[in-house]
């Protein structure tokens, strides 16, 4: 029978995928025989480690734990082993099987890879490999050290996504026998709480522990043996609190570029304040966790937050090399959040989807309001932002603001902190009322030329019109005159303005609101739907 320990990870026997961690050796009361007590990573057992009213473990959830015969498990593979099987291994004839597409008369047609032989004869000589990846492949300790610095020796990228491994020893050991180790992917191995007799890791740059369940008072450890770090990944650790070592900001990370803290359970924004003071950082990746407001720390609150500890530089500003910002997924909702995005020195890269601020459905500003909000941004929600797309936001947005001072100028500048300097560098005048017998001129000169595009499926096939229409006219009136330019009859419309650069059009639902009112502009296109 193999020998098992408590807390050893393992894996389902023939399937290195069901992962686990021993809870429990022994009798189970009322089965013969010795039993392993598994806890799965999956969270797909059978209960919570009682069964008939005895708790033999307490597993993580009600239904992750099982009792599993000790042959139905199996401790894992060494890294070599590992290495081997992937990159010597000769596909079976199963796995050629599945190597077909489908003919035009849907029948099978085998695909002969082109260069297989020499590909696969390249690929299994191990001393060539400069890349591996090994994931989900049962990997649980690094054998024979020597065995890997003699069978590959020039690796510099190794994926070890999903094994077994959980002592950082082991991790020390590989990277010491890997002297040109740059990237390490240790995602989804439960690593052990305990960091110690990490030597310094030169060579690593790129640092992979998305769900490993490690927090940041390791991650201070860890730094000590990283001088080289430039990317450092921690999705999915469930972290909450940034801790530093010795001050209030985090330290060191000389080199550090991008840090991704995205799935995580950071709620304060004071907590990203701790990393202000990374002077290498250009791109903070934040997404999905819980933050509810941004803002940029002037001096006086820097160093209230610093609480007497002494800057190392006194000229460094926060975040002053930061230049991408991820913000997508979490709970921010006040403008004041997006325009302090401004205050940040580098800042072009910016995600805010996902947030109710940028959801027009929740009450937030459209796209063409943050980009109009946001002086520097380059790229927004991953998509670019063009010249003329900033030029026809900021007009619009203006115009927007303009239409909804009725005369109150007084709050405008804390409501809307570019609009006065929008409005001088664009040049628009405020609208002048109309009077006398150039009325009708002036009217027509404030057309808006909007083309109405057909969509819904039961509409048909309709060409697209050019309407020249005033920009008081409210989007009920709208759908009223899309019935009529359309000759629709009993069908309930419902409208949407395309804009460019956004995945999805803004759907226009406020029937009292004016073109104007909704930002609105020259050549703007608007979908004809029908409710469903």
């Known amino acids: 029978m193999p020998d098992f320990r408590l807390g050893q990870r393992v894996h389902s026997a023939g399937d290195p995928r069901r992962i686990g961690t021993v809870r429990y050796l022994g009798p189970v009361q009322g089965y013969s025989g010795t039993w392993v007590g598994v806890d799965w990573d999956s969270g797909e057992g059978k209960h919570d480690g009682s069964i008939n009213g005895v708790r033999y473990f307490q597993a993580t959830s009600e239904r992750s734990g099982s009792f599993v015969r000790s042959q139905n498990l199996s401790s894992g593979i060494t890294l070599l082993q590992a290495i081997q099987l992937r990159y010597r291994g000769d596909t079976t004839q199963e796995e050629e099987d599945e190597m077909y597409v489908l003919s035009s008369s849907n029948k099978r047609v085998n695909v002969q890879l082109v260069g297989k032989d020499k590909i696969q004869d390249k690929l299994s000589r191990l001393e060539e490999l400069t890349s591996a990846s090994v994931s989900f492949l049962g990997v649980s300790s690094p054998g024979d050290p020597c ?70 008072t390791q991650v201070e450890i860890l730094k000590h043996s990283l001088p080289e770090i430039e990317e450092l990944h921690l999705m999915g650790n469930k972290i909450s609190t940034i801790e530093p070592a010795s001050s209030y900001a985090v330290q060191g990370f000389d080199h550090l570029r991008l840090l991704n803290l995205e799935d995580n359970c950071i709620a304060d924004w004071n907590e990203i304040l701790k990393l202000s003071h990374l002077k290498c950082l250009e791109q903070l990746h934040l997404s999905n966790n819980n933050l509810n407001r941004v803002f940029y720390p002037d001096d006086g609150l820097m160093h209230e937050l610093l609480n007497g500890y002494e800057s190392p530089d006194k000229n460094h500003k926060p975040f002053q090399n930061l230049r991408c910002l991820l913000l997508g997924g979490n709970n921010i909702e006040d403008l004041a959040s997006v325009d302090s995005l401004n205050s940040f020195p580098q800042l072009v890269d910016i995600r805010l989807s996902d947030n109710p601020v940028a959801d027009p459905g929740q009450g ?81 000169s404030g057309l808006l ?58 759907l226009l639902d406020d029937e009292m609101a004016t073109l104007t009112d909704l930002g609105i502009g020259n050549e703007s296109t608007i979908l004809v739907d029908e409710e469903s």
Request: hydrophobic share 40%; aromatic share 6%; with cysteine.
């Open 147 to 216: 065995d890997i610095r003699t069978n590959v020796p020039n690796l510099k990228e190794l994926d070890l996504t999903g094994n077994l491994i959980s002592d950082w020893k082991d991790v020390s050991t590989i990277c010491e026998q890997l002297p040109d180790l740059f990237a390490l992917n240790l995602s989804y191995n439960s690593m052990a709480q305990d960091i110690v007799g990490l030597p310094h890791l030169k060579c690593i740059h790129i640092l992979v522990l998305n769900n490993i369940g490690i927090n940041w």
């Open 364 to 444: 937030g500003i459209p796209r063409f309001v943050l980009v109009a909000r946001l002086a520097k941004v380059e790229m927004l929600n991953g998509s670019e932002v063009s010249p003329r797309e900033r030029k026809e936001s900021e007009i619009r947005y203006v115009r927007l603001v303009m239409s909804k001072m009725q005369g109150n100028t007084k709050d405008i500048q804390w409501l809307h902190p570019r609009f006065a300097e929008l409005k001088v560098f664009h040049g628009i005048e405020d609208e002048k009322p109309l009077v006398g017998t150039a009325g009708p001129q002036k009217m027509s």
């Open 449 to 506: 030329s909007i083309t109405l595009k057909c969509v819904g499926a039961s509409i048909g096939e309709k060409p697209s019109l050019v309407k020249k229409l005033p920009g008081a006219t409210t989007v009920g009136k709208l759908k009223v005159l899309c019935e009529s330019f359309f000759r629709l009859k009993s069908i309930k419309l419902k409208l949407f303005l395309e804009e460019k650069g956004s995945p999805l059009p803004l």
